[in-house]
């Protein structure tokens, strides 16, 4: 679990095409006292550099499934308490499963749940939802392998939080797609390895639409296509335990290979997309991230990423607006890059964290670069407790007198380097935003160095690594309103001229006007 806190603390962390509207839903069994439903959202007025909002609302109007049954599927009655469960465990591995339409109801002890076996697919017909009536746990669990999910809503079930309904015990090769999966505690779904999540509505959740989270083995070959994420995390958890880290539209947990494309990640209480500790080679492209109250997106303590071609508004106004009236000066922003960057030693589709042809527009700030110079490998510091870099396999062998010297003097630290910022836009109106100050940084910076005693990075050397040594660049992009930026430590607040001139050579390139049509 981690924490998004100010800077000079131990422990800093902290994209459409089809889909959706709302409903409230607590992450604790009693969900009927869940915040208000949230709306879509509208147009808001502004520049108009980036798309219009999406037009097909997944949740609004989710796919229907099949009128009839499948031939040779088994079919599944709403009347019958506990018949899914009942049937699956009766029949054979690779067997379809038809729910007619209606309400369907497992057993009523709280762990009873559907347990597949290899190959099973569960279909159901229009109108069919299984609803957990708020006494059931889980829906879908088990360790089966390639079960498919479609056309079914789930909802009303109260997992614990950090845990999930749907792929409770993350199998892998689970292919979730044109289901409704809502109103539940903790996260909709869990994720297996080569998962692929589409064109599904995950709305209204405790926690988190999905946590992608596999004890031991860890996650590859994730594909989230063409989902409505929205409203999640009903249960407010940051409030309720302060610096979790624990919330968010999707929150990512050592995943190696991921396609995030063409989703509509909207109007959730926290962060969008939320990356956090040894995640590697993620594509996150051709999405529409708008509305959240937190950062768009977090990418934290991992590795190799494009994030390219993504509509980024309206993001941060709540958490950001929060943080600058209680006078923190932390460029808290829309894209936050914490500890992370490309490794060339990390197998993965690229070797740096690429970031172009995005759309930024009135977001709370820009993109943040930070790298915590006391969170490394092995130090008190580190939120991500027992968990070391990609390049040290055993956590020990970051201490002295080993970590003064090569090669984990760098092994041991997870580092914001080699990220290329470019071709992108980024628009920012105040009388939007409705900000005076502190909505307007772009940043590279770091805190000074003291903790813990033995720490051989003390001092200014990480602020000025990833400053100026460690590759990573602004260039070809363009500015619309009044931006400023922000080098090595938050008191070093730039123009546009210090930021491109000779100190920094940043934005080369690139364009600044202070209002559109300048």
């Known amino acids: 679990m981690r ?37 879509a959202p ?43 469960a009942a049937k699956t465990k009766s029949s054979p591995p690779h067997t379809t499963f038809w729910l007619r339409p209606g309400t369907h109801r497992l057993d009523p002890d709280r762990f009873a749940q559907v347990i597949p076996k290899e190959g099973d697919r569960y279909i159901g017909a229009p109108g069919a939802v299984l609803d957990g009536r708020k006494k059931n746990q889980y829906a879908f669990g088990g360790d089966a392998r390639n079960v498919t999910l479609s056309h079914l809503t789930v909802q009303g079930f109260v997992a614990p939080r950090d845990e999930g309904v749907v792929n409770h015990d993350s199998a892998d090769g689970w292919v979730i797609e044109h289901a409704t999966i809502q109103r539940n505690s903790g996260a909709g779904l869990m994720a297996g390895a080569r998962q692929q999540v589409r064109a599904n509505c995950l709305r209204d959740n405790g926690q988190y639409g999905m946590n992608a989270y596999k004890a031991k083995d860890g996650i590859t070959g994730l594909v989230v296509k063409g989902n409505e994420i929205v409203g ?24 190696n290979g991921a396609d995030i494309s063409g989703n509509w990640v909207h109007d959730n209480r926290g962060t969008g997309l939320w990356a956090d500790t040894n995640n590697n080679d993620f594509r996150i492209e051709n999405n529409v991230i708008e509305d959240n109250d937190g950062a768009a997106l977090i990418y934290e303590t991992s590795y190799n990423a494009v994030i390219r071609k ?74 991500s407790s027992g968990d070391c870099t990609l390049l040290v396999k055993d956590t020990h062998r970051c201490k002295k007198p080993g970590i003064g010297t090569a090669p984990l003097f760098a092994d041991c630290r997870w580092k914001t380097q080699r ?81 491109q001139g000779a100190e920094y050579r940043q934005d080369a390139h690139s364009t600044l006007a202070p209002r559109a049509g300048d």
């Open 3 to 39: 924490t998004r806190r100010r800077y000079w603390t131990w422990a800093a962390a902290p994209l459409v095409l089809a889909l959706l509207s709302a409903t409230g839903c607590d992450s604790t069994p009693d969900a009927d006292n869940a915040p208000d439903a949230r709306s």
């Open 42 to 84: 509208s147009v808001r007025p502004g520049p108009t550099a980036a798309s219009a909002p999406p037009t097909g609302r997944l949740c609004d109007k989710p796919e229907a499934g099949p009128a009839k049954a499948p031939a040779g599927a088994v079919t599944v009655d709403p009347a019958k308490v506990g018949d899914i």
């Open 232 to 255: 999640n995390n009903t249960g407010d958890w940051e409030r309720r335990q302060e610096g979790c880290g624990c919330t968010g539209g999707i929150k990512f947990w050592a995943v």
């Open 310 to 383: 993504n509509t980024i508004r309206h993001n941060n106004w709540v958490e950001g607006r929060r943080e600058a009236a209680a006078g923190d000066d932390f460029p808290y922003a829309t894209v936050y890059l914490s500890e992370s960057g490309g490794e060339p030693r990390v197998r993965a589709r690229t070797d740096k964290i690429d970031v172009y042809g995005n759309v930024l527009q009135d977001n709370w700030s820009g993109i943040t670069l930070w790298e915590n110079a006391d969170r490394f490998c092995n130090s008190p510091a580190n939120t």
């Open 419 to 499: 990220v290329d910022i470019h071709d992108n836009r980024f628009v920012l109106d105040k009388s939007v935003v409705k900000c005076t100050t502190k909505c307007d940084r772009m940043a590279v910076l770091a805190n000074y160095g003291t903790y813990p005693d033995w720490s051989p990075y003390k001092g200014e050397g990480v602020a000025e690594a990833i400053t100026g040594k460690q590759h990573n660049r602004w260039h070809d992009n363009v500015y619309v309103g009044p931006w400023k930026f922000v080098a090595q430590d938050q008191s070093k607040v730039l123009g546009f001229g210090q930021w």
